[in-house]
T-cell receptor, first 115, second 108 residues
């Protein structure tokens, strides 16, 4: 069966410090991978998605970047965190191909607080 | 304007009540998703549907493509159903838009 792992679960970082959140998927090959952010009191927002190794698409210009060094690994990074980067970050995966027949599976999320 | 509108934003019910959460969207979609987010933040996918109706236990999801509207129903609600329910729509495999969520509290 397919599983998705995301860590850490919570993180408190000072302004200006770097960030690295990791997400890995097991039990499937060539998944589409996504990073979402949920800011306090707001809905989920797509940040990045990837359809393959080294292929990253950014939806929203921001202080963050993403990388996919391996097929089932997706990393969200920042060189210098801002206060506005605080929020709940979710990784998700879906099967490649037409979306109508496939669902999304979400990781357990990382609650980031920038202080 | 959000492409996905949910109502109500907050809902409080007594245990056993029948609950309906509504979702409307503005353009044609490939699929609509109902998600459940518990207080810890973890999200579980409840349903994905592109037409008709799906049922899982006490949960029922319906969608009317012509009216661009979906409903999530919970029968015989229970306090453990308390969570935020999120409607999301997808157009292709790389884009998904979310509603703001409905916070449901079921009191014993």
């Amino acid at each position: 069966s397919q599983t998705i792992h995301q860590w850490p679960a919570t993180l408190v970082q000072p302004v200006g410090s770097p960030l690295s959140l990791e997400c890995t998927v097991e039990g499937t090959s060539n998944p589409n991978l996504y990073w979402y952010r949920q800011a306090a009191g707001r809905g989920l927002q797509l940040l990045f998605y990837s359809v393959g190794i080294g292929q990253i698409s950014s939806e929203v210009p921001q202080n963050l970047s993403a990388s996919r060094p391996q097929d089932r690994q997706f990393i969200l990074s920042s060189k210098k965190l801002l206060l506005s980067d605080s929020g709940f970050y979710l990784c998700a995966w879906s099967r490649a191909g037409a979306s109508s027949g496939h669902g999304y599976t979400f990781g357990s999320g990382t609650r980031l607080t920038v202080v | 304007k959000n492409e996905v509108e949910q109502s109500p934003q907050n809902l409080t019910a007594q245990e056993g009540e029948f609950i309906t959460i509504n979702c409307s969207y503005s353009v044609g979609i490939s699929a609509l998703h109902w998600l459940q987010q518990h207080p810890g933040g973890g999200i579980v996918s409840l349903f994905m549907l592109s037409s008709g109706k799906k049922k899982h236990g006490r949960l029922i999801a319906t969608i009317n493509i012509q009216e661009k509207h979906s409903s999530l129903h919970i029968t015989a609600s229970h306090p453990r159903d308390s969570a935020v329910y999120i409607c999301a729509v997808s157009w292709n495999n790389n884009d998904m838009r979310f509603g703001a969520g409905t916070r449901l509290t079921v009191k014993p």
